[in-house]
């Protein structure tokens, strides 16, 4: 059953309908435009935790994968887990505070995973050590030690326990959906990117990180003294970086260097 569920998930992230009939896999993805490989990759990761051959993934297509999922997590499913901690914690019969920093908790872990969506959606992808749960999945696992340790003992309506069951298991559900989505960014995009970048300077390589930090203020249209304010160093520190950074990418004009800041995902549009 959980793994019909995940199965779901899969399909719903890349875009794919359901009430497909009898066509293959090979013919559904072709009629949306999905990478049948990738779409594989994927399902054999999350559901046999088997090992991907990375040459066969393509990295656009696992990026919308990534970035359904990111929508799925910010705009539906945490509004909705907030809703239902609100009607588990929030009894009318209680005076304890505890139910109010309960959410306070929860609306830490929501902050954390919205940064970490916006950073990854500009390709600022984190990593980890493999095999250990992405530091942002902390704020949950601590929230349900909360609930459980010290959830107000005085509510004892049957109802009222019923929905904090049903939210308990929702918390632990969303925390496994995303610790799996971390690691498929892990183990199956960031090689697929290394692979895709082998013997090709990426823009990591090209400029340090106070050179891209640099870039991006030009970018936003900054002068060299606003952006040595900026970034706290002295203007003739930012002109020998832009020297750099012009000589590095042979791109000297600061249209030039906005449209490969925004080409590169420093900045948007």
Excluded at 82 to 94: D, F, G, K, N, Q
Excluded at 204 to 214: A, C, G, I
Excluded at 231 to 259: D, Q
């Amino acid at each position: 059953m959980a793994q019909e569920h995940d199965a779901i998930m899969i399909i719903s992230r890349f875009g794919l309908p359901m009430g497909v009939g009898e066509q293959t896999i090979e013919e559904v993805c072709a009629a949306h435009g999905v990478h049948s490989p990738t779409f594989l990759a994927v399902v054999n990761h999350k559901l046999q935790q088997a090992d991907v051959d990375i040459e066969t993934v393509n990295v656009e297509t696992l990026r919308t994968y990534l970035k359904n999922a990111h929508a799925y997590f910010v705009d539906f499913q945490l509004p909705r887990l907030r809703r239902a901690l609100i009607e588990a914690v929030y009894p009318s019969e209680t005076a304890s505070r505890i139910p109010i920093l309960i959410l306070q908790s929860f609306d830490q872990f929501v902050q954390e995973i919205r940064t970490h969506v916006e950073n990854e959606d500009r390709g600022k992808w984190a990593s980890h050590k493999q095999g250990d749960e992405p530091p942002v999945t902390g704020k949950l696992s601590e929230l349900k030690d909360l609930i459980i340790k010290y959830y107000p003992s005085d509510i004892t309506d049957v109802k009222q326990t019923y929905a904090l069951i049903a939210v308990m298991n929702d918390l632990y559900d969303t925390e496994q959906d995303f610790i799996t989505h971390c690691a498929i960014e892990e183990e199956i995009l960031m090689p697929a990117l290394a692979l895709k970048h082998d013997g090709q300077d990426s823009m990591d390589s090209v400029l340090s990180e106070r050179e891209q930090e640099v870039l991006v203020q030009v970018a936003k249209g900054l002068s060299n003294k606003e952006i040595a304010d900026a970034l706290c160093l002295s203007t003739h520190t930012v002109i020998t970086h832009r020297k750099n950074i012009a000589a590095k990418l042979n791109i000297h004009s600061t249209a030039g260097l906005t449209i490969y800041a925004i080409a590169n995902g420093l900045v948007e549009i």
